[in-house]
C-alpha cells in the first residue's frame, strides 16, 4: 500500500513536509503543548502527513482539505480504526469553504510553492469563523516567500528555516472592535 502511495504522490505532482521538517514542527508545537487533545485542519493536505501526524500525538480531530483527497483517503484507509476514526475528508478549494460550525485551535497550510496564498488564508480562517481563540496557523513556504501583511488578529509566534523551506507560525487573537489592542499588524521577511 505504501508504494501505491508513493507512486500517485509522484505521478500528482505532491510536495510532501520533509521528515526532518515535520519532526521539527511537532517538537516545536509538542513542547509548547499545541497538539494533543486540539482540533487539527490540514489545508493543502498533499497525503496528509501533517494531519496524520497529528492525531499519532493526541489531537482530538483532524480534517483535511485538498482538491484532490484521493490519496490522502488511500493513507487514511491503512491506518488503525482507533486513528482513521478521528480523520474526515473534504476535496474542497478552501476558498470556497462557507462558515464553518467546527472551531480549529491548530492548522496546516501547505499550498504548492508557486501560490502565495497566505494572506487570503489567514481572512478565510478569519472572516468564516474557523478558528478558536488563540489558534495557530502552521504556514509552509518557499524559503524566500513573503507574506505581503499579516492580517489583524494574528500575531507573528514563531519563524524557522530548514533549507528551502520556510515555516511561518502566527497565532490568532479574536478581536471584537477596531479598538481592540491585541490587533497586531506584522510583516514576515
Do not use: W
Amino acid at each position: 500500500m505504501q508504494n501505491k502511495i508513493y507512486n500517485l504522490v509522484a505521478s500528482k505532482g505532491i510536495r510532501p513536509v520533509m521528515s526532518k521538517v515535520r519532526e521539527s514542527v511537532f517538537s516545536i508545537l509538542e513542547s509548547r503543548n499545541l497538539v494533543s487533545g486540539m482540533k487539527v485542519l490540514d489545508l493543502f493536505c498533499g497525503i496528509g502527513t501533517m494531519g496524520v501526524e497529528s492525531v499519532n500525538k493526541g489531537a482530538q480531530s483532524v480534517l483535511f482539505i485538498d482538491i484532490d483527497i484521493e490519496v490522502v483517503k488511500q493513507r487514511i484507509a491503512s491506518l488503525p480504526s482507533e486513528l482513521k476514526n478521528r480523520m474526515l475528508c473534504m476535496c474542497a478549494d478552501i476558498i470556497d469553504l462557507k462558515v464553518s460550525r467546527i472551531k480549529y485551535d491548530l492548522i496546516f497550510v501547505d499550498p504548492p510553492y508557486d501560490r502565495n496564498v497566505f494572506t487570503s488564508i489567514l481572512l478565510i480562517l478569519q472572516e468564516n469563523h474557523y478558528l478558536n481563540e488563540g489558534a495557530i496557523v502552521v504556514c509552509f513556504m518557499r524559503y524566500n516567500t513573503m507574506f505581503s501583511r499579516l492580517v489583524k488578529g494574528y500575531s507573528l509566534y514563531d519563524v524557522r528555516l530548514y533549507g528551502m523551506t520556510k515555516v511561518v507560525f502566527v497565532k490568532y487573537c479574536e478581536y471584537k472592535n477596531e479598538s481592540d489592542d491585541r490587533r497586531i499588524d506584522c510583516y514576515i521577511e
